[in-house]
């Protein structure tokens, strides 16, 4: 029997078949008279309990309504289901105009997502593509696709050469100069798509080594970085750079002059830059011990060998980040370890995405879509308040579903034969979260506490269950992805220790139809759009200066804050965020310990990779730095980037701003952290920069 149902407002209330038979009443008589209404209401009522009863413990809103048209239906009452569809769609579209409820989510979604100008009804139908599952979880903002599938789903009937995938990773170029430039022409070809890709150069000889040909010695793999960085600048999306990542293994000799690069502000420009760095190296520096870079020159057999001091070269590393904010630390051996593949010698890492939150083979590809943590919350801010798991699990799996509808329909709109090869033998999808700090603001729960880590964990293993279940069931369906080996998957420690009793048999019997699933991206977009924080971040600030123009065109400032903060203060009538709960806490409030400590509870569940952005004020030293990145590993995350706010670049770019703004174009603005549409500043936030004042941002996510 249903006790409860869930209001759109997220407000557990108790449950009445009274308002069920009312809302069918109230349809009825549009097409009949007051007395067989009546009888279609209450025998339509005791039908739709039924159902509920059998298929929910705590339905929401639309769950009733689609059990009331479906079983208005079912008992041939078709013009009143009619009706009451009519009526359902009236009150659909009043709530439409609250979905973009902000100048900031309508500025974003009209400039990076909607199509031609269609409405809010045309583009959920567009991106849902017939699946009413996933178009309700988008109304009701539950969930999102990433952002080149909301912008360029459907467009390939229109005759455009469109991917909706945000991200790949090239193949590594080997050493000779054909498969270099071969390189380019294919990170070419994929920005064209709207695809951003990474790179791994580890492959190419170093400075000095020899070469056949009139040169006698090479430059080294870092001179070939500006080739791969000017195709990114010259292959432009929309009047920005494609985004570019280039990797290099820390064991490299030309290790240190990869470090060094972003040093150069007019080399290296537009790609970012991440080592890969492995166990051994940072046990090395642990100990204090020498480590050992080498590399061998096939075609002419030369050895490049030599030991260097682990300890400074760690400080050069820490010296660069705390300057330049780059490069990123991937942790490669976790990346190798920590996943569904890991004991499957076919399969191999080529690198990681720009955003890095998907390490992926060569030619990889992967579609994205975040599920909104806040929105499970029910009795939000309430002492009674509580994470709705039942439906998040439910929710999980839909979106499973999808994104491998997304896959099967992308599949022949990757921008390479080898492209379209890898993903269909491994078929990687990327299911991720956002919201996360306004769920902990709605919990009561402060982000960063042990409370807080403990709902990491019960998250992480309801999504990374669900997932599989829903994995092996499309495998029953249409089969493994091709290249599936199911004595690999069940012995990697990840699908030990996350597979619980039923998706252990769920697997064993089905096998599964997805290699990779889960994942965390930036996704500072969406989540703009839907007013909540990104990823897994922190809240950046409680609120941020807005600039508007008078009648006079003077420039008036004020402060707005932050969704989940104007949400609360109105509730309670507060007009200081002085007078906010303790666990109202900001990204400058919370020690980098607590944001590893979070990022790594739910790496724990995670098979790809999470995109994670630490902000560090900037009376920050180098030593903070080097401590953050042992902490980091130590706690077994894969990958992490710091900015430190004030960083040299930061301040080098801010000295060169030009007077001739006019002239300049978009990613020019970006690189000189200026916001080309209303030039506000630019701040570092969730992996990417953004404008505070009307939400511009160059990532796609």
């Known amino acids: 029997m249903v006790k409860s149902v869930i209001k759109r407002s997220k407000e557990e209330v108790e449950y009445s078949r009274d308002k069920i038979e009312n809302a069918i009443l109230k349809a009825s008589r549009e097409v009949v008279d007051d007395n067989e209404a009546e009888v279609i209401a209450s025998e339509t009522s005791f039908a739709v309990e039924e159902i509920l009863s059998d298929k929910y413990k705590k339905p929401d ?22 009706a009451f569809i009519l009526y359902r769609e009236k009150h ?11 100048d900031l989510s309508e500025s974003i979604w009209k400039n990076k997502y909607r199509y031609d100008n269609e409405t809010l009804d045309e583009f959920f139908v567009r991106v849902s593509n017939g699946n009413k599952d996933i178009e309700k979880m988008i109304k ?44 380019a022409s294919d990170l070419a070809r994929t920005f064209s798509y709207g695809g951003g890709s990474g790179i791994d150069i580890s492959n190419l000889r170093p400075k000095g080594s020899k070469v056949n040909n009139s040169a006698k010695t090479t430059d080294g793999a870092t001179s070939f970085m500006h080739l791969y960085d000017v195709t990114s600048k010259i292959i432009g999306q929309k009047g920005r750079r494609a985004a570019l990542m280039i990797s290099l293994i820390c064991s490299h000799p030309d290790v240190i002059d990869f470090v060094n690069i972003k040093n150069n502000l007019e080399y290296v420009t537009k790609a970012n830059i991440s080592l890969r760095i492995t166990d051994e190296f940072m046990n090395c520096v642990n100990e204090g011990k020498k480590f050992h870079l080498k590399f061998h020159v096939k075609d002419t057999d030369e050895i490049i060998e030599r030991e260097i001091d682990s300890r400074e070269m760690f400080n050069k590393i820490a010296l660069s980040n705390w300057r330049m904010a780059e490069p990123g630390f991937l942790f490669w051996d976790e990346f190798n370890r920590w996943n569904l593949l890991s004991e499957d010698d076919e399969f191999e890492y080529a690198g990681v995405n720009p955003c890095a939150e998907e390490c992926l083979p060569e030619n990889g590809s992967c579609n994205l879509s975040s599920l909104n943590l806040s929105n499970f919350v029910v009795n939000e801010f309430e002492s009674d308040a509580h994470f709705d798991f039942d439906k998040f699990k439910s929710y999980v799996k839909k979106a499973t579903i999808f994104l491998n509808e997304i896959l099967d329909e992308g599949l022949p709109l990757h921008p390479l034969k080898g492209q379209r090869e890898t993903v269909r033998n491994w078929r990687q999808i990327g299911l991720g979260v ?23 964990h019960e998250i992480g293993d309801a999504m990374i269950n669900a997932t599989l279940q829903q994995s092996a069931l499309l495998a029953k369906e249409h089969g493994t992805y091709p290249k599936y080996r199911q004595e690999a998957i069940t012995k990697s420690d990840f699908f030990i220790k996350n597979a619980n009793v039923d998706t252990l048999k769920l697997v064993l019997k089905y096998g599964l139809r997805n290699s990779q699933l889960t994942t965390v991206a930036p996704t500072g977009s969406i989540s703009n759009v839907f007013g909540i924080s990104g990823g897994l971040e922190p809240i950046f600030a409680f609120s941020y200066k807005r600039i508007t123009k008078t009648l006079h065109d003077k420039d008036k400032e004020y402060n707005l804050f932050t969704p989940i903060v104007r949400e609360y203060m109105s509730k309670y009538n507060i007009d200081n965020v002085d007078e906010l709960p303790d666990y109202f806490v900001s990204s400058h409030d919370i020690p980098y310990e607590k944001r590893i400590d979070v990022q790594s509870a739910f790496q724990e569940h995670i098979d790809a990779s999470i995109s994670s952005t630490i902000n560090l004020p900037n009376e920050a030293t180098v030593t903070d730095v080097k401590n953050l990145y042992m902490y980091a590993w130590k706690k077994r995350v894969k990958g992490v980037t710091i900015y430190r706010d004030g960083c040299s670049r930061e301040g080098i770019l801010s000295t060169e701003k030009t007077e001739k703004k006019g002239e300049m174009e978009e990613q020019d603005f970006i690189d000189q952290n200026i916001c080309p549409t209303c030039k506000f500043d630019l701040v570092q936030r969730q992996g990417c920069k953004e404008c505070q004042n009307c939400g511009y941002t160059p990532c796609s996510l």
Not at 69 to 77: K, P, S
Not at 146 to 172: M, P
Request: glycine share 6%; with cysteine; net charge positive.
């Open 61 to 82: 809103v639309e769950d009733i309504q689609d059990v009331i048209e479906q079983t208005l239906m079912r008992l041939n009452h078709f013009d009143v289901a009619k």
């Open 92 to 102: 659909n579209e009043m709530r439409n105009t609250e979905w973009l409820n902000s």
């Open 434 to 456: 956002m919201g996360l700090a306004d769920m902990f603001i709605k919990l009561g729960i402060k982000y960063g506490s042990d409370k807080s880590i403990e709902m990491m």
């Open 140 to 183: 009701l903002k539950y969930f999102s696709p990433a952002g080149r599938i909301l912008a360029n789903r459907g467009l390939q009937h229109y005759g455009k050469k469109v991917t909706f995938s945000n991200c790949y990773v090239a193949e590594r170029p080997k050493d000779n100069i054909e498969s270099i430039f071969k390189s």
